[in-house]
């Protein structure tokens, strides 16, 4: 097999919980059983597509799809770019096929914060392909040309650091905003530590703005930010041509103290720096 086979967390907890291992089993013996799962669609030359049926697609560019086995269903998806197969769930045929198409836990979604309309999340790898569309639109090119990705391959490595550093007291700590209503990746919110202090970041592809949603991801975040760290205030900077980045500040209440010349992106340009308190 040519594809790496990773197995989540909530896929080995599944291998506990229908009893074909215990705790103490590892993570090579349950990797060893999904692989026999695997076996028998090595000789078809289009593996891991042919012969698969297509389970609900929770991403607009990326499937679940789903293997049923003896006694078990297992529900994956593939990154041609990183050449992974990712295991979501093993779901026993007992369990309530609903479980099957419930986007969360397809997408073994973590959610840090919600609202009635935005999920903010921690990034995994099936998000890469909307990480580099989100990317290409024309204010990004504009405003943040370092955050606008070259290549599929160059996002999918840069989402896998992302994912690394949640674990870390460095960051930075990237989450990407989801709609609720159909799980369509709107863009991102950022957390990055800077000389002043800690730095808000934020940015919604162009094809989803005018909805108040950068406003919207943007207090969600400093709610969340507020109650789960031990931080007193938030720095906020843009260019100061970026009148729709300075607006989102401004209903996110944002008190400007400096206009001028400074560092943006490693280059002098004219910016505008600004502050919360939490």
């Not at 460095?170 to 991102?188: I, S, T, W």
């Not at 507020?226 to 980045?245: D, E, R, V």
């Not at 209903?251 to 992106?265: D, M, N, R, V």
């Amino acid at each position: 097999m040519t594809y790496k086979i990773i197995i989540t967390d909530s896929a080995f907890s599944d291998l506990v919980s229908i009893k074909l291992f215990t705790n103490k089993d590892n993570l090579e013996i349950s990797k060893q059983y999904i692989l026999k799962i695997f076996d028998r669609f090595e000789q078809l030359e289009a593996f891991p597509y042919s012969g698969l049926k297509i389970a609900n697609s929770f991403f607009d560019y990326a499937k679940a799809y789903y293997l049923i086995c003896v006694n078990h269903v297992t529900i994956y998806q593939v990154n041609e770019i990183a050449k992974c197969v990712y295991i979501l769930r093993v779901l026993s045929h007992y369990q309530d096929w609903k479980n099957i198409v419930n986007k969360d836990i397809l997408c073994n979604k973590q959610i840090i914060i919600e609202n009635d309309r935005l999920q903010i999340v921690r990034m995994n790898q099936s998000m890469y392909y909307d990480v580099y569309k989100n990317s290409q639109d024309d204010n990004n090119r504009k405003f943040v040309p370092d955050e606008v990705f070259n290549s599929l391959e160059e996002t999918s490595e840069v989402v896998n650091q992302i994912i690394n550093c949640y674990d870390s007291e460095e960051g930075p700590f990237v989450y990407a905003v989801l709609r609720k209503k159909d799980n369509a990746n709107l863009g991102y919110v950022q957390l990055i530590k800077i000389e002043e202090g800690w730095e808000i970041g934020y940015h919604i592809a162009e094809i989803y703005t005018g909805n108040g949603y950068a406003t919207e991801a943007a207090n969600l975040f400093l709610d969340y930010i507020k109650n789960n760290t031990n931080l007193k205030q938030i720095i906020g900077i843009a260019l100061a041509a970026n009148k729709a980045s300075r607006r989102v500040l401004e209903k996110c209440g944002f008190e400007l103290i400096y206009e001028g010349t400074g560092l943006y992106q490693g280059r002098k340009r004219k910016i505008i720096k600004t502050i919360k308190h939490l």
